[in-house]
T-cell receptor, first 113, second 113 residues
Framework: NAGVMQNPRHLVRRRGQEARLRCSPM?????VYWYRQLPEEGLKFMVY????????ESGMPKERFSAEFPKEGPSILRIQQVVRGDSAAYFC???????????FGPGTRLLVL | DAKTTQPPSMDCAEGRAANLPCNHS???????VYWYRQIHSQGPQYIIH???NNETNEMASLIITEDRKSSTLILPHATLRDTAVYYC??????????????FGTGTKLQVIP
């Protein structure tokens, strides 16, 4: 049973470009969470999605960031017009339900030049 | 939200038991204690969780005090591969009925040969 998959594992963007991060949840999981980890810091919650619905986006910046989890395909975290401060590791987690254990993917490391 | 307090770092000799403490004095009656670890640059790995009773699985044991204000994660025979940052987390409940996991700074465990 494959775990949570994230791609790309590493992403380099120049300031002003767009970054698209993908997350495929574990088989049978319909709940997806995105977290961001800045260097030397703990993980910070960004957004929680179920299929086709955003449940909680309270941790996501209002500008430039968006997330989706379509009926078919992976969840996408999209960052428009990236800035250097967006450089971080972005982790996705999935679960079978809102109160069930979250299992994390390997992360995408975004570097903005 | 119940907050947790963990020592910033600990050392443990290889082959010995590693006992990682966590204080969560404001925990509510229906909140679970979860433990994750993050090995350098990898995604957080779920270890164990519990509500009131002590729990054991193939990775570790979780001892929760009777008043639930603190807990200890025990790795019975630490190996070098157990070197990681260990996060003690209290699951946040809310009206949405989902698990909004909040990570602190954790305990950096160094297993020494």
């Amino acid at each position: 049973n494959a775990g949570v998959m994230q791609n790309p594992r590493h992403l380099v963007r120049r300031r002003g470009q767009e970054a698209r991060l993908r997350c495929s949840p574990m088989k049978g999981h319909s709940h997806v969470y995105w977290y961001r980890q800045l260097p030397e810091e703990g993980l910070k919650f960004m957004v929680y999605l179920q299929k086709e619905n955003i449940i909680d986006e309270s941790g996501m910046p209002k500008e430039r960031f968006s997330a989706e989890f379509p009926k078919e395909g992976p969840s996408i975290l999209r960052i428009q017009q990236v800035v250097r401060g967006d450089s971080a590791a972005y982790f996705c987690a999935s679960s079978t339900g809102g109160q069930e254990t979250q299992y994390f993917g390997p992360g995408t490391r975004l570097l903005v030049l | 939200d119940a907050k947790t307090t963990q020592p910033p770092s600990m050392d443990c000799a290889e082959g010995r038991a590693a006992n990682l403490p966590c204080n969560h004095s404001t925990i509510s009656g229906n909140e679970y204690v979860y433990w994750y670890r993050q090995i350098h640059s990898q995604g957080p790995q779920y270890i164990i969780h519990g509500l009131k009773n002590n729990e054991t699985n193939e990775m570790a044991s979780l001892i929760i005090t009777e008043d639930r204000k603190s807990s200890t994660l025990i790795l019975p025979h630490a190996t070098l591969r157990d070197t990681a940052v260990y996060y003690c987390i209290v699951r946040v409940g809310n009206s949405g009925g989902y698990q909004k996991v909040t990570f602190g700074t954790g305990t950096k465990l160094q297993v020494i040969p």
